[in-house]
């Protein structure tokens, strides 16, 4: 569904990407890790085309992307939705009308097709008698839940998760990766994640894909990742400040 070829971008004379490669599979869950700062949020902004790349291609059903026109670009991100790393859900909306917002912006469901959705996605990430809240009644679990609630209204085909557990504590971690795999087991889309949850993030993985130095050094799934020669995976997982990676 996804491929990456040759992406570079770099911000201010700064180079973030040298150079990607990597393919997505379709209706598989892959996981890119990487350090703090090595650009794997710039690499995941760059799927759905909010940014555009220095030089390379970014192919969605064997579309680049990267050359597509403005109202083009539109119809491919219909095919996305985002849980963005701090749920971003609008406080002044209850967690029944951010839900329900992406509908209402993007589709010409009637009010009453809306609610009927809405309810439904809202249950699927057990927040049920959750949807008359507001964000500033939520916990930061309640929260990650209603802001995939919102992720799954348009029914995507990918999902992009950045940071999805960020600030969560190791018990509610785990309760939103499970229900990361089981809503993609319920709709089949092709998840993609961002994260620093390891090893418990591959629990849930398909693909793990390692960014270093602005490239992917490795990708492979779960076990076979673990178990690289590369030196510079092994300095990651086990978090060895001594190795090819700088530690700044």
Known sequence: MI??????????GQQVLRGVNLEF????????VGTSGCG??????HLNALYLPDRGEIFIDGVDITKLRQKELYEIRSKFGVLFQGAALLDSLTVFDNVAFPLREKTTLTESEIK?????????????K???KFPAELSGGMKKRAGLARAL???????LFDEPTTGLDPVLAT???????????????????VSHTIPQVFEISDYVAMLAGG????????????????????????????GPIQVL
């Open 3 to 12: 491929q990456v070829a040759n992406l570079f971008k770099s911000f201010r």
């Open 25 to 32: 599979a379709t209706g598989k869950i892959t996981t890119i």
């Open 130 to 132: 959750m949807g008359a």
């Open 215 to 242: 490239i992917i050094e490795n990708v492979s799934a779960p076990a076979e990742f673990c178990a690289s020669a590369n030196p510079v995976v092994q300095q990651f997982i086990h978090g060895k400040t001594e």
């Open 153 to 159: 209204a348009t029914d995507p085909e990918i999902v």
């Open 116 to 128: 009927k959705k809405v309810d439904s996605r809202i249950e699927q990430v057990g927040l049920g």
């Open 175 to 193: 309760s939103i990766h499970q229900l990361i795999a089981r809503t993609q087991d319920e709709f089949g889309y092709t998840g993609i994640i």
């Open 40 to 45: 794997k949020t710039v690499l995941l902004k």
